[in-house]
């Protein structure tokens, strides 16, 4: 395997900033040569350095894309940590579900989704907790920059190793079949997710609405200050005045960021806008 030279990982943190605003630290040189070793072996004989120049040179958007979605941190499981479950289920849902009583609608964001496993513990909870939403107009929307991610979550199809990572046995029962060594979602539970290409640090689409709640978590520790203030204003606009943002459990908002903790002194990750 080759080494990654000064020159060429200061080349990659500038692409992957540019390209998703991944903030690489200096001392992560042997992560980013893990993770292009078989990209290099592909596309320049096993040659990191010439990837990396070749990559951030040559106008090959599909050779660019591997790159960045190789660095990419796809980190997600079932019902990650207990903030999801708990905030949804004491707080944001029920209060959602008084103030949206008369319009009877309801509309999610789930950002950054990654292989689609947050999307679909979401969707479960609203089903198995909810029943009165089957009367609204649901929109659970689940993005990634990622095409590959994006892939894998729209087929809601996961390995035993995935499933066993936080999905109670009951709803592996209730909410996938077997595929031959895979479970893949039920019909009925992957057509409540609407799936879309949405990088971040990008353009949105037009079409994308104002949601009650959006769930940006474990996204913003990898940000710099300055990309997730921008990123923070734009998700401030598409946030109903009396939604919520929900981040990841060891995450928090600096004052500026245009929200302000739903519960006055509660230290757990969600937020109402300013």
């Known amino acids: 395997m080759s080494c990654i030279d000064e020159h060429s ?27 292009l070793q078989n990209l ?10 010439a990837l990396i120049e070749k990559a ?29 479950s708990q905030s949804f289920l004491d707080t944001m849902v029920p209060a959602l579900l008084e103030k949206r009583r008369r319009d009877k609608t309801l509309r999610i964001w789930s950002a950054a989704c990654s292989t689609g496993q947050e999307a679909y513990s979401v969707a479960m909870l609203l089903d198995q907790h909810f029943p009165q939403l ?31 990572r936080g999905l109670p046995a009951r709803n592996m029962a209730l909410y996938f079949e077997q595929q031959g060594l895979d479970w893949q979602a039920k019909p009925a539970i992957r057509e409540r997710i609407s799936f879309q290409k949405i990088n971040l640090v990008r353009e949105w689409p037009d079409s994308l609405p104002v949601f009650d ?19 923070l204003a734009r998700v401030r606009k598409h946030t109903a005045n009396d939604g ?3 981040l990841g459990s060891t995450e928090s908002l600096e004052k ?7 519960i006055p002194g509660n230290h757990r990750p969600f937020y109402q806008p300013a």
């Open 213 to 231: 709640i959006v769930l940006l978590r474990n996204v913003l520790l990898y940000f710099s200050m300055e990309d997730r203030q921008r990123v």
């Open 56 to 84: 951030s040179t040559v106008a090959d958007d599909a050779l660019r894309t591997e790159l960045v979605e190789a660095m990419a941190i796809n980190e997600t499981y079932f019902f990650r940590d207990p903030i999801l």
């Open 9 to 35: 990982y200061l080349t990659l943190c500038n692409l992957l900033s540019d390209q998703i605003a991944l903030s690489l630290p200096p001392d992560k040189v042997y992560l980013a040569e893990a993770r």
């Open 244 to 246: 919520y943002l929900l």
């Open 134 to 164: 089957k009367e609204w107009e649901v929109t659970l929307i689940a993005s990634d920059f990622s095409q590959s991610a994006l892939n894998k979550a729209q087929q809601g199809c996961y390995g035993l190793n995935e499933m066993n």
């Open 256 to 262: 500026t960021a245009g929200f302000v903790p739903a």
């Open 40 to 49: 290099a072996r592909q596309h320049t004989h096993g040659d990191i350095n």
